[in-house]
Nanobody, 115 residues
Framework: QVQLVESGGGLVQPGGSLRLSCAVS????????MGWYRQAPGMERELVAA???????NYADSVKGRFTISGDNAKSTVYLQMNSLKREDTAVYYC?????????WGQGTQVTVSS
């Protein structure tokens, strides 16, 4: 059974930073990539950042230069470093793991940017 567990969300003031973690447990093969998505109230879920098996990364325009996705294979964990946070970054953030034959999601972690 593969599980993705996110952590690191919380309340932060505008301009602050948070680091989200997504720990993967279980046996997985042929990973295509992992990504962070977010969903704000009344909005559709959107891609924030992705990292692929090649090591390449992709970011939404709204977070470029502020967010960084990285992975630690030894810990089976993917991180999302979020700097210069804005109120519009408030959302539930989800981790996603994709392969040729599977597609797993975490339960989400709330990020609230407010003064």
């Amino acid at each position: 059974q593969v599980q993705l567990v996110e952590s690191g969300g919380g309340l932060v003031q505008p301009g602050g930073s948070l680091r989200l973690s997504c720990a993967v447990s279980g046996r997985i093969f042929s990973i295509n990539g992992m990504g962070w998505y977010r969903q704000a109230p009344g909005m559709e879920r959107e891609l924030v950042a992705a990292i692929f098996s090649s090591g390449s990364t992709n970011y939404a325009d709204s977070v470029k230069g502020r967010f960084t996705i990285s992975g630690d294979n030894a810990k089976s964990t993917v991180y999302l470093q979020m700097n210069s946070l804005k109120r519009e970054d408030t959302a539930v953030y989800y981790c996603r793991l994709r392969g040729d034959l599977y597609d797993y999601w975490g339960q989400g972690t709330q990020v609230t940017v407010s003064s």
